[in-house]
């Protein structure tokens, strides 16, 4: 499935449409004073509240609020004057009262858009339809319990931003790149965490196809809970190729919800829209209206930090980077904070951009690791770099050193000590090596002085070599050209 | 003897040492040991813990500066959540239900002085007019062992009424104070909605319930709802107002008093208000007359309303608040559930009530996907008319009066099978819960030989003059004093 979006189908358009749920960074629950970290021991971070004793109330968190509104002026989105807590009410053994508090007729953020960029290098609008306060469910334990389930309370009552957004992707990649997009602003705003194996940050995915040309969407599936990039992309993939399949064999996609098994690469029912539950929702009688004043919103709108874009903008402008390395570095707030220490400490913001969307870049890939769990953290990595900078080493002995580091070997200073790899800057040193290489090649040099250019990358690469690669390039070619003389 | 004293001169005695918390406690454990079995009013009873706050008390009694209620004991609506304590909303769901935490009705009075002398019997989960409903039993009126005391906070009302405790908390959704009050002849107030707290009461429906004191007197009421009353940051619904000494202007005088008479209510009444009833309500009425009051015949013209609105709202709201009583965490759970969903239902089936059972059924029908609107939807729009003819109502008068039920108490039995006939005997009570405003109910009189209870309602955190309304009268009358011959 690597063609073109465009072609990828053939005469069938996607459509996708995306609920991504971030969980808040506030401290405590949405509804109660219990403590939100990740990985305790099972209902231990767990209030009466959270558990839904008989008699208790729940109380909202103002700084969830907080956290939502920061979301909606980010995205320009229009906060609602007054928003509504309901109860989503369905029965399930880590749901504790028997109900959801969500926000289901009047969500606190309503219409805003985020802009997307294509392959193609183009840019494309996708609407956010809206985002709403809600708390999330506890965990069922299948596994270690025989015949039985254990419940797990830690994460009842932790606070969702539920974002929703148009079905204005029509492709597994633009859902992708959407979904990145909102990942790296709900950090850089800092909402959320963004870390995925925690689900702190996942998706539901609506997915469905319908003959290019058409108006009307096609049946959609709903794909539950796909918690990384690349699962959203193989999920999507795989359910629009099982509904192509599907109605080119006569049959008709469903209205259900499905499961992505990443383990087999498919996807599954897992209940259909008629078993689907009917929510009742209705305005929780226990929680006043959410009000927000425009004074309120200024203030938040003034605390807003510098956003992906505007960083991006600024990156090009102050900083005179490309813009496909500025795209890169503020892609992500992680990556972006490591390039200000490494530019700030080099003093070199291209070299530095230059090293981080290159050499670095691809070894996080390669590793499919993120930059928080790089090997060479953003002060030793400045630290190389400037060892270039000062013509301790050249660029190509660099890659070397870094390739020292990640592996532990040391700093930047103790893997050029101990493999000796300090560059030769002795003019007399240097001018040794290129005179045994033109007295062994000459011929050569006399094709070189005869106009071949060519021959100038065979004598300073023999010169490199014979240097075991320490003599300073720029000193080389210039021997090399006095020699020519 | 002590059973004969109000909780304000009780309180005095305590104060200046003529009788002891423990001696007090001691003496209403005893008259529980001793009479409850006629009346089933306790479901449980906090010997040992009663008498340890009292002792407690005690040493802050002679330490000096003690809260005015300090070793005053009471009993506790078994709606109420408390420390240790079961709490078991006279349901077989939570039989086996120890509250690992206090209500803030509880911690209040706790703070305040008060000792508990245990949990009150009442309908389950709060849902009846009689008692009836009960996991643990009818409780009985102690005026007529074969009558029902009113419900859902029955066992508060017979306790008082029988002097069991000097007063008790009660709640009240849609006149489960106020009801009880009237069928056994004390004094009861449901306040404000918002006014007091209600953590740690077990949710019926949320946007009607509010928690208020049940007493001999409405002086009595005034020093419990002083210890109740207040903003509570645990219950988003409680009101950021500041609670007034509502004992400071029990005595203020009722000239120039404009009294309400809603017509609806009166002559051709609507629930068919007995006779001898009205009559009664009369005689009460010119009493206020001759104190200074002035009679002025009001409408309010969507009361008919009332009834129908009632069981839309509060069934919805409770379907959902009774969720939580799955069999997954607490209370309880059928045996050998072959799976979840087996242990949902008979887990539900098995320890809800047959009325329970009801209610959550007609709720979830109205809460439904495609009768929401109609249902659900509408009633909240017909609740805005029904507050908006109390609005209206207050431009003209003061306070409000009205009769607290068509009848005095029923016969155990005489309506348990006729759920809309047991539903109308709420019929003056419940458009007050639907406003959200306050109300009381005094004794009047008595009809054969049952008290007959007499409603005050007044305009939004009207408490204080309510209680100034209905004490000036009770300084005139002896109604609330008058105890049961079995309990004399």
């Given at each position: 499935?690597?063609?073109?979006?465009?072609?990828?189908?053939?005469?069938?358009?996607?459509?996708?449409?995306?609920?991504?749920?971030?969980?808040?960074?506030?401290?405590?629950?949405?509804?109660?004073?219990?403590?939100?970290?990740?990985?305790a021991?099972?209902?231990?971070?767990t209030?009466?509240?959270?558990?839904?004793?008989?008699?208790?109330?729940?109380?909202?968190?103002?700084?969830?609020?907080?956290?939502?509104?920061?979301?909606?002026?980010?995205?320009?989105?229009?906060?609602?004057?007054?928003?509504v807590?309901?109860?989503?009410?369905?029965?399930?053994?880590?749901?504790?009262?028997?109900?959801?508090?969500?926000?289901?007729?009047?969500?606190?953020?309503?219409?805003?858009?985020?802009?997307?960029?294509?392959?193609?290098?183009?840019?494309?609008?996708?609407?956010?339809?809206?985002?709403?306060?809600?708390?999330?469910?506890?965990?069922?334990?299948?596994?270690?319990?025989?015949?039985?389930?254990?419940?797990?309370?830690?994460?009842?009552?932790t606070?969702?931003?539920?974002?929703?957004?148009?079905?204005?992707?029509?492709?597994?990649?633009?859902?992708?790149?959407?979904?990145?997009?909102?990942?790296?602003?709900?950090q850089?705003?800092?909402?959320?965490?963004?870390?995925?194996?925690?689900?702190?940050?996942?998706?539901?995915?609506?997915?469905?196809?319908?003959?290019?040309?058409?108006?009307?969407?096609?049946?959609?599936?709903?794909?539950?809970?796909?918690?990384?990039?690349?699962?959203?992309?193989?999920?999507?993939?795989?359910?629009v190729?099982?509904?192509?399949?599907?109605?080119?064999?006569?049959?008709?996609?469903?209205?259900?919800?499905?499961?992505?098994?990443?383990?087999?690469?498919?996807?599954?029912?897992?209940?259909?829209?008629?078993?689907?539950?009917?929510?009742?929702?209705?305005?929780?009688?226990?929680?006043?209206?959410?009000?927000?004043?425009?004074?309120?919103?200024?203030?938040?709108?003034?605390?807003?930090?510098?956003?992906?874009?505007?960083?991006?903008?600024?990156?090009?402008?102050?900083?005179?980077?490309?813009?496909?390395?500025?795209?890169?570095?503020?892609?992500?707030?992680?990556?972006s904070?490591?390039?200000?220490?490494?530019?700030?400490?080099?003093?070199?913001?291209?070299?530095?951009?230059?090293?981080?969307?290159?050499?670095?870049?691809?070894?996080?890939?390669?590793?499919?690791?993120?930059?928080?769990?790089?090997?060479?953290?953003?002060?030793?990595?400045a630290?190389?770099?400037?060892?270039?900078?000062?013509?301790?080493?050249?660029?190509?002995?660099?890659?070397?050193v870094?390739?020292?580091?990640?592996?532990?070997?040391?700093?930047?200073?103790?893997?050029?000590?101990?493999?000796?790899?300090?560059?030769?800057?002795?003019?007399?040193?240097?001018?040794?090596?290129?005179?045994?290489?033109?007295?062994?090649?000459?011929?050569?040099?006399?094709?070189?002085?005869?106009?071949?250019?060519?021959?100038?990358?065979?004598?300073?690469?023999?010169?490199?070599?014979?240097?075991?690669?320490?003599?300073?390039?720029?000193?080389?070619?210039?021997?090399?050209?006095?020699?020519?003389? | 003897?002590?059973?004969?004293?109000?909780?304000?001169?009780?309180?005095?005695?305590?104060?200046?040492?003529?009788?002891?918390?423990?001696?007090?406690?001691r003496?209403?454990?005893?008259?529980?040991?001793?009479?409850?079995?006629?009346?089933?009013?306790?479901?449980?009873?906090?010997?040992?813990?009663?008498?340890?706050?009292?002792?407690?008390?005690?040493?802050?009694?002679?330490?000096?500066?003690?809260?005015?209620?300090?070793?005053?004991?009471?009993?506790?609506?078994?709606?109420?959540?408390?420390?240790?304590?079961?709490?078991?909303?006279?349901?077989?769901?939570?039989?086996?239900?120890?509250?690992p935490?206090?209500?803030?009705?509880?911690?209040?009075?706790?703070?305040?002085?008060?000792?508990?002398?245990?949990?009150?019997?009442?309908?389950?989960?709060?849902?009846?007019?009689?008692?009836?409903t009960?996991?643990?039993?009818?409780?009985?009126?102690?005026?007529?062992?074969?009558?029902?005391?009113?419900?859902?906070?029955?066992?508060?009302?017979?306790?008082?009424?029988?002097?069991?405790?000097?007063?008790?908390?009660?709640?009240?959704?849609?006149?489960?104070?106020?009801?009880?009050?009237?069928?056994?002849?004390?004094t009861?107030?449901?306040?404000?909605?918002?006014?007091?707290?209600?953590?740690?009461?077990?949710?019926?429906?949320?946007?009607?319930?509010?928690?208020?004191?049940?007493?001999?007197?409405?002086?009595?009421?005034?020093?419990?709802?002083?210890?109740?009353?207040?903003?509570?940051?645990?219950?988003?619904?409680?009101?950021?107002?500041?609670?007034?000494?509502?004992?400071?202007?029990?005595?203020?005088?009722?000239?120039?008093?404009?009294?309400?008479l809603?017509?609806?209510?009166?002559?051709?009444?609507?629930?068919?208000?007995?006779?001898?009833?009205?009559?009664?309500?009369?005689?009460?009425?010119?009493?206020?007359?001759?104190?200074?009051?002035?009679?002025?015949?009001?409408?309010?013209?969507?009361?008919?309303?009332?009834?129908?609105?009632?069981?839309?709202?509060?069934?919805?709201?409770?379907?959902?608040?009774?969720?939580?009583?799955?069999?997954?965490r607490?209370?309880?759970?059928?045996?050998?559930?072959?799976?979840?969903?087996?242990?949902?239902?008979?887990?539900?089936?098995?320890?809800?009530?047959?009325?329970?059972?009801?209610?959550?059924?007609?709720?979830?029908?109205?809460?439904?996907?495609?009768?929401?609107?109609?249902?659900?939807?509408?009633?909240?729009?017909?609740?805005?008319?029904i507050?908006?003819?109390?609005?209206?109502?207050?431009?003209?008068?003061?306070?409000i009066?009205?009769?607290?039920?068509?009848?005095?108490?029923?016969?155990?039995?005489?309506?348990?099978?006729?759920?809309?006939?047991?539903?109308l005997?709420?019929?003056y009570?419940?458009?007050?819960?639907?406003?959200?405003?306050?109300?009381?109910?005094?004794?009047?009189?008595?009809?054969?030989g049952?008290?007959?209870?007499?409603?005050?309602?007044?305009?939004?955190?009207?408490?204080?003059?309510?209680?100034?309304?209905?004490?000036?009268?009770?300084?005139?009358?002896?109604?609330?004093?008058?105890?049961?011959?079995?309990?004399?």
């Amino acid at each position: 499935m690597s063609s073109a979006a465009s072609n990828e189908w053939g005469q069938w358009e996607v459509v996708i449409g995306l609920e991504i749920h971030a969980q808040l960074a506030t401290r405590s629950k949405i509804f109660s004073g219990a403590s939100t970290a990740y990985g305790a021991e099972p209902n231990t971070q767990t209030s009466v509240v959270d558990i839904a004793l008989p008699g208790v109330l729940p109380v909202l968190n103002k700084e969830a609020v907080h956290m939502a509104v920061k979301f909606g002026m980010a995205i320009k989105a229009e906060v609602a004057d007054r928003s509504v807590f309901d109860r989503k009410n369905y029965f399930y053994p880590d749901l504790p009262k028997g109900y959801q508090i969500s926000q289901f007729d009047l969500p606190i953020v309503g219409p805003g858009t985020i802009d997307i960029e294509l392959e193609s290098g183009e840019t494309k609008t996708i609407g956010v339809t809206r985002a709403h306060l809600e708390e999330d469910a506890g965990k069922s334990l299948h596994e270690d319990y025989a015949g039985m389930t254990g419940i797990d309370l830690n994460r009842a009552g932790t606070p969702l931003l539920e974002i929703v957004s148009e079905p204005d992707m029509r492709s597994a990649k633009e859902a992708v790149a959407y979904m990145k997009k909102i990942h790296t602003l709900v950090q850089y705003i800092g909402i959320c965490d963004g870390n995925m194996q925690e689900g702190s940050f996942r998706c539901d995915a609506n997915v469905s196809v319908r003959p290019k040309g058409q108006e009307e969407y096609g049946t959609r599936a709903e794909l539950k809970n796909i918690n990384s990039f690349r699962f959203v992309e193989r999920a999507i993939n795989i359910e629009v190729e099982r509904q192509i399949d599907l109605i080119e064999d006569g049959g008709e996609v469903v209205q259900e919800t499905r499961l992505y098994d990443s383990v087999k690469n498919e996807t599954r029912s897992m209940r259909s829209k008629e078993e689907a539950n009917d929510y009742r929702y209705f305005p929780d009688p226990d929680l006043l209206p959410v009000v927000i004043t425009e004074e309120y919103r200024q203030q938040v709108r003034a605390e807003l930090p510098e956003l992906p874009e505007q960083k991006q903008k600024r990156f090009m402008e102050e900083l005179g980077l490309s813009a496909y390395d500025a795209g890169v570095i503020t892609a992500s707030l992680a990556l972006s904070s490591y390039f200000d220490t490494v530019a700030e400490k080099t003093g070199d913001a291209k070299l530095s951009a230059n090293w981080i969307t290159g050499e670095l870049s691809a070894r996080l890939n390669r590793e499919e690791i993120d930059i928080a769990d790089a090997a060479v953290d953003a002060g030793a990595f400045a630290l190389l770099l400037s060892r270039i900078k000062d013509n301790t080493i050249s660029g190509k002995i660099a890659k070397d050193v870094l390739d020292a580091m990640w592996k532990g070997e040391g700093s930047a200073d103790e893997v050029i000590e101990s493999k000796g790899l300090k560059q030769i800057t002795d003019t007399g040193a240097i001018e040794a090596f290129v005179d045994e290489v033109i007295a062994n090649n000459p011929s050569q040099f006399e094709e070189l002085k005869g106009g071949k250019d060519k021959m100038m990358g065979f004598f300073v690469g023999q010169v490199m070599k014979m240097s075991k690669g320490k003599a300073n390039p720029a000193q080389v070619n210039e021997l090399i050209r006095q020699k020519m003389k | 003897m002590y059973h004969t004293k109000s909780v304000t001169e009780l309180s005095a005695m305590l104060q200046a040492g003529e009788v002891s918390s423990v001696e007090l406690t001691r003496y209403f454990l005893d008259r529980i040991k001793n009479s409850d079995e006629k009346l089933n009013s306790f479901i449980t009873v906090c010997e040992e813990q009663a008498l340890a706050q009292a002792k407690e008390c005690d040493e802050r009694l002679k330490a000096g500066n003690a809260p005015a209620l300090t070793g005053v004991p009471v009993a506790h609506k078994d709606i109420f959540c408390t420390d240790g304590v079961k709490t078991s909303c006279a349901s077989k769901m939570l039989d086996n239900f120890i509250s690992p935490y206090d209500a803030t009705v509880v911690t209040n009075m706790r703070a305040a002085g008060v000792v508990m002398l245990g949990k009150t019997n009442m309908d389950e989960f709060a849902m009846g007019s009689s008692n009836e409903t009960s996991y643990y039993g009818a409780v009985k009126n102690p005026w007529n062992l074969k009558a029902v005391p009113g419900g859902s906070s029955g066992g508060s009302a017979a306790a008082v009424a029988a002097r069991l405790a000097p007063a008790a908390t009660g709640t009240d959704t849609g006149g489960s104070i106020r009801q009880p009050a009237a069928f056994c002849g004390i004094t009861g107030i449901k306040p404000t909605y918002g006014r007091v707290s209600r953590f740690g009461m077990i949710a019926f429906a949320s946007s009607l319930d509010q928690a208020g004191p049940m007493g001999q007197s409405a002086s009595d009421c005034a020093l419990l709802l002083n210890a109740m009353a207040g903003f509570d940051e645990k219950d988003s619904t409680s009101i950021e107002k500041a609670v007034p000494d509502y004992s400071a202007d029990l005595d203020k005088p009722l000239d120039g008093l404009r009294i309400g008479l809603p017509k609806e209510y009166f002559a051709h009444a609507e629930g068919g208000m007995n006779a001898e009833v009205e009559a009664i309500i009369k005689t009460a009425l010119d009493q206020y007359k001759a104190m200074g009051a002035e009679l002025v015949e009001i409408e309010l013209p969507n009361s008919a309303l009332s009834v129908p609105v009632y069981y839309v709202v509060a069934p919805a709201e409770c379907s959902t608040n009774l969720s939580r009583f799955d069999g997954v965490r607490y209370g309880y759970r059928c045996e050998d559930p072959k799976d979840l969903n087996d242990l949902y239902t008979r887990s539900r089936g098995e320890a809800f009530g047959e009325e329970v059972q009801r209610r959550i059924m007609v709720g979830t029908y109205a809460l439904s996907s495609g009768y929401y609107d109609a249902y659900y939807l509408k009633a909240q729009q017909l609740r805005q008319l029904i507050s908006d003819d109390f609005k209206n109502a207050y431009e003209k008068v003061d306070v409000i009066m009205a009769p607290a039920t068509p009848e005095t108490a029923f016969n155990i039995g005489e309506k348990s099978d006729d759920p809309i006939s047991m539903y109308l005997s709420d019929i003056y009570t419940i458009a007050v819960n639907l406003a959200g405003i306050p109300a009381m109910s005094i004794p009047v009189g008595f009809s054969d030989g049952m008290p007959v209870g007499m409603q005050i309602i007044g305009n939004h955190f009207e408490e204080a003059r309510l209680l100034n309304v209905a004490h000036k009268y009770q300084q005139q009358t002896d109604w609330h004093t008058t105890l049961p011959e079995e309990f004399k």
